[in-house]
């Protein structure tokens, strides 16, 4: 029987299958090192459990009005002002369950059939998809080192077509954490401006940069699309939480679309989610966000020793993404051997877009500095 | 700016203006019945609340693989086998974020743009618009009381066109709570057959049939799509969690859909359902049901004198769907009187598509029957 087409052109993650060969391994009693899945190791620290369960024993397990908690809504709301001096509405937050409820919204309200989104290849595998979902296309720009693996101002001015109606950007982006410069998103912003384009920005992973405190876009004035998550520095994957940004004028649209696509997001998230965003917890998520530099600070100069070369050092996100191309195989051979002969699991740059795509892998740092520093070793011995 | 032209095609609940006016009055100092929600008014019972607790506790924070938990997977299909007597692969079982996350997954495997799905006018208006959201089209088939307000064997036939790729109904159905009898479902299916079609079949108030124990549409073979959630009978509407039973050929469309579209519903929900589906709890679960069904056998009739027509007794789910032509105004209007002179929230049947819809309205047999018994008299005062 006939299925739609785009269940044939939306991809699996790669790095799904490692994970289950991966598994199955570990089951036949093999010591496995993972360093493919992009999800910290860290439990979600106690304070937010607790205030899970705290929402629980108060009978807290109905829906929540399809926007969310308005307290949680006024909470993530006072963190922009807190934490980027941003004054934000709270009637411009959009609750959602995870960041993909966030993008799912953002596609279905933005894009028609056969419209054109940019955004950087390599980037997220799930954008496309979403963009996909709707029928509108994702136009991945190659983008490399030269440009820390972002889009500019002028790329974006470049493949701008007739058919263009926004940008994404991730701000630090996946897989190569990244960032985008202050004057360079504010230009991009303001070519897609210009053209009356949407310009979506990604900052699941902008509380995790080590060296510098980016501005946020949402600063960059009302009409950008803001997304944000729970799951990464504030480590609450399982429990399905993000948040956006919405433009004033798409509020009636996005209300509508949540209500009709998922209702509202999980309760028991959105009350632990209050506790994740104060002061007391946020100094916990410092301190997991400090290990996470000192994996990275250890990681990242192994791998230049051991021959992968890593461009532009990460500024942020929990990632390396190294050129392999001195170890004369493909991406995926080379993870493939990682982890018959190492017991090491990393991810193939297939799964990240098509440009330059089998000459790159993704090390995850969400795994402890011992792990890390023994994966390393177990590399040198293979590679050797 | 540009919107996508499915942002204005989709129609938010009307339900939901009613809800935020009712709210305001409530703020106001007004007494408010709420009739209007298709949510029951019970808190999660206590052994699955129990267990969401300890799955927090356990530090169950991560993501589960996105077709969900194996145990709970196969703890869903051992229920069919227990409850159905239908023998279904635990691989079968796609565990989503609600319903809501199956029909998404459902809609954008199955069906390219401008392709149709036939279901029932009325019936649940997100139905329309997960197809509208992939650019396929929702052809709602008017039906009323002569076929229990669902599609029949005829009509499905009758309606099928050149364009038309499936057949989604509910059983029983929203807003009406009417079963399909088994030989009219064998029948629709073996028309969807004939015509390589898909079926998909919504039991998500399957549990919630008063007076008769219906088959399961899983036994009609392995090509039918289930719709199943454990907000309505399970009560767990604000932890966001349903499961579908896949064709063995869809696995791998609908495994790399989930990762992409939500990598996998909430974790302590996956894991405090693992107990909501015990033959403990649900003799708990079945006492709500006694409740429920003491409600709709004191709402039914007192409808009914009071001049609403509610011309097919419902069966199950806890709504009821009457005609209000006798009244000499429309759905909304109806609505809009009961909820300023009585204080009493319903939803107009403008909600559930366009098919007479002004001339009905649904009661939520969702709050305790002494507000029922308050409600009915208010309403008598008002239209007396």
């Known amino acids: 029987m006939k299925t739609a087409r785009r269940a044939d052109d939306i991809e699996p993650f790669r790095v799904m299958a490692i994970l289950a ?14 360093m493919e899945v992009g999800e910290p190791d860290f439990a979600t620290p106690t304070p937010i459990v607790e205030a899970g369960i705290a929402a629980l024993r108060a009978g807290y397990t109905h829906y929540t009005p399809a926007l969310g908690l308005p307290a949680l809504r006024a909470a993530i709301a006072a963190y922009y002002g807190e934490r980027y001096g941003v004054d934000i509405a709270a009637g411009r937050v959009c609750v959602t369950p995870g960041a993909s409820g966030a993008l799912l919204l953002a596609m279905a309200a933005l894009f028609d059939p056969g419209e054109e989104i940019l955004m950087a290849d390599p980037g997220y595998p799930c954008n496309r998809h979403f963009a996909r979902l709707v029928e509108a296309r994702a136009k991945g720009i190659p983008v490399g080192p030269e440009t820390g693996y972002q889009l500019t101002a002028e790329l974006v001015a470049r493949h701008w077509g007739p058919r263009t109606r926004g940008v994404l950007v991730a701000n630090p982006g996946n897989p190569t954490g990244m960032l985008i410069s202050a004057t360079e998103l504010a230009a991009i912003h303001a070519e897609v401006r210009a053209r009356n384009g949407w310009l979506i920005v990604d900052e699941i992973y902008h509380e995790l940069v080590y060296d510098a405190a980016p501005a946020s876009a949402a600063g960059l004035g009302e009409d950008v699309l803001i997304i944000n998550s729970f799951s990464k520095y504030f480590l609450m994957t399982g429990w399905r939480l993000g948040w956006m940004l919405v433009p004033p004028a798409l509020l009636p649209s996005i209300d509508k679309l949540a209500q009709n696509l998922f209702l509202a997001a999980p309760t028991v998230a959105q009350h632990a989610a209050l506790v994740a965003l104060t002061a007391e917890t946020r100094a916990l998520l410092d301190q997991r966000k400090a290990e996470l530099r000192l994996r990275r600070d250890a990681l990242l100069p192994a791998l230049s020793r051991l021959g992968f070369a ?75």
Chains 1, 2 share one sequence.
């Open 310 to 384: 890593v461009k532009t050092a990460p500024q942020g996100a929990f990632y390396c993404y190294a050129d392999v191309s001195r170890f004369g195989m493909a991406a995926e051979q080379l993870a493939e051997r990682l982890l018959l002969d190492a017991g090491v699991a990393i991810t193939p740059g297939t799964d990240f877009g098509t440009h330059q795509a089998s000459r790159h892998v993704r090390f995850a740092y969400t795994t402890d500095l011992q792990r890390i520093l023994e994966a390393l070793r177990r590399i040198e011995a293979v590679l050797a």
């Open 21 to 34: 060969r991966a598994r199955e391994m570990q089951a036949a009693g093999r010591d496995i090192i993972h």
